[in-house]
């Protein structure tokens, strides 16, 4: 397995060739925020949360840790200010969205985040899509997906397939972050329940 070395907050990091930087972080004890990101699923790069800005040559960019991946003589930076402000941006607007999601309000903490300029209407989805990855990818099944685009995006269970496919794990609702998912999950148990959209 070949390896590259590269740099991370000013760390000499050696890491498995093809992983992410995201992973190589983790292994050397750098926590890089993350909402979206599974390890057992493919990375989705939907949250950004885990920006982080990266050097090559005299250049310099922001790209999401969990897609982008290691490079020789790549150099890191997890907390640069660029960084920050992407970050702090970007929670700002979920909190707008989400604004009861416990894990949205602790990272808003950590950067020092109390409200919000934004007047959005709240969507207590986050469209991290945690659930549909792993209903598809690990369970197989294609139970719950998305539908719609922009602001129109929502997460639903697909009434006919739902009815035939969900085996009724609960892995989706265990990995929502925003809680959302579970009180909808047991409507679906209901005798009288037919799958219809739920709108997450
Ligand atoms: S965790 Fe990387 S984009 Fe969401």
């Known amino acids: 397995m070949s390896e590259v070395t590269l740099t991370i907050d000013s760390q000499k990091v050696t890491a498995e060739e093809g992983i992410s930087i995201l992973k190589a972080a983790q292994g050397v004890g750098i926590d890089i925020p993350t909402l979206c990101y599974h390890e057992k699923l493919a990375p989705h790069g939907a949250c950004r949360l885990c920006t982080v800005e990266i050097t090559k040559g005299p250049q310099s960019r922001l790209v999401t840790a969990c897609v982008y991946t290691v490079e020789e003589g790549l150099k890191v930076d997890t907390e640069s200010e660029p960084v920050i402000?992407?970050?702090r941006m970007l929670l700002e607007l979920m909190l707008a969205t989400s604004p009861?999601?416990?894990?949205i309000q602790d990272y808003a903490t950590r950067y020092?985040?109390?409200?919000?300029?934004?007047?959005?209407e709240p969507n207590f989805c986050i469209l991290c899509g945690l659930c549909v990855r792993y209903?598809?990818?690990v369970k197989g099944k294609n139970a719950i997906g998305f539908v719609g685009r922009g602001t129109e995006r929502?997460?639903?269970f697909f009434p006919d397939i739902a009815a035939e496919e969900c085996p009724k794990c609960g892995e989706c609702f265990s990995l929502c972050p925003t809680g959302v998912l579970p009180s909808n999950y047991a409507l679906a148990r209901l005798p009288h329940?037919?799958?219809?959209?739920?709108?997450?």
């Not at 020092?112 to 959005?120: E, S, W």
């Not at 329940?193 to 997450?200: E, M």
């Open 85 to 87: 402000r992407i970050r």
């Open 100 to 103: 009861g999601v416990k894990m």
């Open 112 to 120: 020092g985040i109390t409200k919000t300029r934004f007047d959005i």
């Open 135 to 137: 209903c598809n990818e």
């Open 154 to 156: 929502q997460v639903i």
């Open 193 to 200: 329940f037919t799958y219809d959209n739920i709108r997450l």
